[in-house]
């Protein structure tokens, strides 16, 4: 009783607190008593205390090792800030010039510094290992623990090393801490940190504040954001890109569109990084566009939203991610935009590195990808991502639970599902089980011979859409399980056998379906606050235009044009031009203004009130593109050297034409024409044009027969839109 007296008195006297948060009066203690400790506690959940109050109390010298430089400064201050004695709190990286090295050295010798933290790199080097040799050690505390594990989401290989070194220096209990670990990573943790027989503590990983969505990502999705951030102004928000050269335009478009915002990267330099992360600290910044290397130990407890530009590489990282998110225990938004095409550019980002690293990268995205298109509750599936049983139904607190779709019946189904893993040993991921359910005669299954077996298209009969949610489902009600040293090969549990012994009701909801919009002018569905019968009425506008011009209606207007206009209401050419697909050229057509004013009769006769929607102003570089594409071809410039020139693929190139054309600025590209293309095949798709009464790729790709490629026919599709429209 007295111990624990001590322990919180301790508290109050070095940090104020009155009482400790979950388990960390009993991780303390663990440490305390000598014996090797393993942490698993959310962003938020107090890891740091875990450590750094031990390290006061306790004889010796405390060795944190942390990835993360800006962290290690971030809490020396903090320790430093606590402690009446000058340098109870150093740490040793690759900052520090050699006079600064040697004042830690002097004050860690001298006996005043309690608390010393290194970067992995820094504790491998030989004279900082002789010098360790000489220091009382009372600990060792390895944070971001995940990171010694090439399946949690940041593996880092010098975190492997630090066993040895540890061994070389000179025993002491070892406390290991990270935020996000699945079953997988724990053991992998243990095992590398020679712990496995560490007393664990595992807190929940629930964040009942936290409001998970996912979006489809459209072409529209920077205007997505911008209208999500002008919702919330004045709200601190983190917005995730993938590449630097996305951050840095994303930012500068929020910008001109008079948003707070500032780029966090990697290949700025760090003063710049310091600078933005500080001014977003003093809430002179509302928004940072960052990629991964921000937010690393940042502790600002009111960020009110995540977005994910992109689909991150693993639900660990997202996880971590999105936890920096209202962690006052206020609003925490986490908004993820969805397509399947980044998941197609992660793969690729894959190519080349060792094969084991790209099964271990794919298994992760399979994952991702699992938690994006399912329609069960976000909460229910992160949890049991983690290991975490969460039993409610509904969290109320989620796009799915907010929105739930209709349950089906899937007791057949899982029948099939399970008795299929027996027949194939265990032996498979959830991919192989679903080939296999189906019938399909990959490779892979013909190689095991499996196709000869009786169970072999056992589900062909069913939509092959729904196994994948079966599979999800049964894993997270039990009946199946992930084996955790060969991970993801798909076991059935005893609970799983009890159910094929007598089969109860197994409901389940479909996977959302998200479609990409390949081409940018395939536009499928719409917008969803469309007004039905505004949209009838343009559209017989567009067909009287179109009989009296004759010429087709999309040359008119697009459908995603009209699709707009049924949304906000342009009243004016200047609020049209705020139209996707109308510009300067299509709002001098003399139709326009007949559009224009059949909106504004329309709103007056039914007492519409109009939220003038925000107008998403391009930054000037993205402007400056346009200029020069249309100088340039003006120029008589072959196309594939313009997007050699502006650093584009072909494709981006006819993207940003069709653009311009379809926008209403004329574009001559008959010098481009004559020179790779047959003149019969330009006439062909020409005259398909004429008489279609749509301009969708997709449609003409099957019209128009295998002969005539997909570039051939977006080029004359150019030719006729700026012909025919402009």
Known sequence: MTEKKNLTEALKKYFGFDKFKGDQERIIQNLMDGKDTFVLMPTGGGKS????????????????????????????????????????????????????????????????????????ESLTKEDNVEFLKSVKISFYAIDEAHC???????????????????????????????????????????????????????????????????????????????????????????????????????????????????????????????????????????????????????????????????????????????????????????????????????????????????????????????????????????????????????????????????????????????NAILAIKENFRS??????????????????HHETQELFGAGADDDDKIWNPVIRQALIAGYLKKEVENYGLLKVTSAGKKFLKSPTSFMIVKDAEFQDVDDPLDHEGGISALDPTLSAMLRDLRKKVSKRMQRPPYVIFQDVSLEQMATDYPVTLEELKNIQGVGEGKVKQPYAQEFVDLIKAYCDENGIERQVDMRVRTVAKKSMLKVKIIQSIDRQIALDDIADAQGLEFEELLDEVEAIVYSGTKLNIDYFLEEVMDEDHVDDIYDYFSESDTDKLSVAQDELGEEYTEDEIRLVRIKFISEMAN
């Open 431 to 448: 991919d192989y089980v679903i080939d296999f359910i189906i019938g399909k005669e990959t490779d892979e299954i013909l190689a095991h």
């Open 49 to 120: 205390l875990c450590y750094q109050l031990p390290s006061l109390l306790m004889e010796g010298t405390a060795i944190v090792i942390s990835p993360l430089i800006a962290l290690m400064k971030n809490q020396v201050d903090v320790i430093t800030n606590l402690s009446e004695n000058e340098g109870t709190a150093h740490y040793l990286n690759s900052s520090l010039n050699k006079a600064a090295i040697d004042q830690v050295k002097s004050d860690v010798l001298a006996g005043h510094t309690k608390l010393l933290y290194v970067a992995p």
């Open 148 to 418: 010694i594990s090439e399946w949690g989401h940041d593996f880092r290989p010098e975190y492997r090393r630090i066993r040895p070194i540890i061994n070389e220096i000179g025993p002491a209990p070892v406390i290991a801490l990270t935020a996000t670990a699945t079953d997988k990573v724990r053991t992998d943790i243990k095992k590398n940190l020679g712990i496995v027989d560490a007393t664990e503590f595992k807190s929940s990983f629930n964040r009942p504040n936290l409001y998970y969505e996912v979006r489809p990502k459209t072409k529209d999705v920077d205007k997505d954001i911008i209208k999500f951030i002008k919702q919330h102004p004045n709200k601190s928000g983190i917005i995730y890109c993938l590449s630097r050269k996305k951050v840095e335009e994303l930012a500068a478009i929020l910008r001109a569109n008079d948003i707070k915002a500032a780029a966090y990267h990697a290949g700025l330099d760090s003063t710049t990084r310091t600078q933005t992360q500080d001014a977003f600290l003093m809430e002179d910044i509302d928004v940072i566009v960052a990629t991964i290397a921000f937010g690393m130990g940042i502790d600002k407890p009111d960020v009110r939203f995540v977005i994910h530009y992109d689909i991150p590489k693993s639900l660990e990282g997202y996880y971590q991610e999105t936890g920096r998110a209202g962690r006052d225990g206020g609003e925490g938004i986490c908004l993820a935009f969805y397509s399947s095409k980044d998941l197609d550019k992660l793969e690729k980002f894959m190519e080349g590195k060792p094969v084991a690293e790209q099964d271990i990268g794919r298994q992760l995205l399979v994952e991702t990808a699992a938690y994006a298109e399912t329609s069960v509750c976000r909460r229910k599936m992160l949890l049991h991502y983690f290991g975490e049983v969460y039993n409610k139904d509904n969290c109320g607190n989620c796009d799915n639970c907010l929105h739930p779709k209709t349950k089906i019946e899937a007791k057949d189904q899982l029948v099939i599902t399970l």
